[in-house]
């Protein structure tokens, strides 16, 4: 399986990447750039084809938000409270927030939609959208790229190690789910931000 694994990713591996970085995982660009330090990948072209994904993932949401609102308000059922962040991050801190939101895990499908609801200039998100992705990119594989020995190391530890890697991975992961919970559980529940009753609404995305 994993001789599979890296066949594709030798031969299809801007491929994998774009599409990778569409879905927003630093995971991948962070594999990107072990494969530019191994030489199985050329770095500036890891680059690129990574900000194009990232680029091409949030334009593709914002335009979710823009064109089908009934998916969007059938989205909000479940995921109320984040649609609320979105709106009171907007609200208080405007365009940086189009730079930023790729670091908002837990948010990053959410606040480009959220954006695509209110009259924010498309042309606008697709430039900060665009530097943002830029950025991302280049940080990430370039931080992977210059300790790619060590996390080729730490790599083959987890490999050895598997039994004391996964409850870890699922820790870190579980407070970053909690964190996250909480935080948009307290945006939501701020006054203002719902009024009361079945038929509460989001300041700023219109009803049906």
């Known amino acids: 399986m994993e001789e599979l ?5 030798q031969e299809y591996g801007y491929i994998i990447l774009f599409v990778w970085s569409i879905m927003e995982g630093e995971l991948g660009l962070i594999m990107a750039g072990i494969m ?4 199985q990948m050329h770095w500036g072209g890891a680059v690129l084809v990574a900000a194009l994904g990232g680029f091409t993932g949030d334009q593709l949401y914002f335009y979710v938000g823009r064109s089908c609102r ?3 308000h059938r989205k909000m059922r479940t995921q109320r409270r984040k649609f609320a962040l979105a709106h009171l991050l907007l609200k208080r801190y405007g365009w940086p927030l189009v730079f930023v939101q790729r670091y908002l895990y837990g948010m990053r499908t959410v606040i480009p939609m959220a954006i695509g ?3 924010f200039s498309a042309r606008k998100f697709a430039i900060i959208n665009f530097c943002s992705a830029l950025v991302w990119s280049y940080l990430t594989i370039s931080l992977a ?3 790619g020995q060590e996390l080729l190391l730490i790599v083959h530890w987890t490999k050895a190690h598997f039994y004391l890697a996964l409850p870890l991975a699922g820790a870190i992961a579980g407070c970053f789910y909690l964190l996250m919970r909480r935080a948009t559980r307290r945006a939501a529940d701020r006054p203002g ?6 038929s509460r609404k989001i300041p700023g995305i219109p009803s049906r």
């Open 5 to 9: 694994l890296l066949r594709l990713l």
């Open 36 to 39: 530019a330090y191994a030489g």
């Open 70 to 72: 009934r998916f969007i």
């Open 117 to 119: 609801l209110t009259r």
């Open 145 to 147: 790229y210059l300790f």
């Open 193 to 198: 931000a719902r009024k009361g009753g079945a």
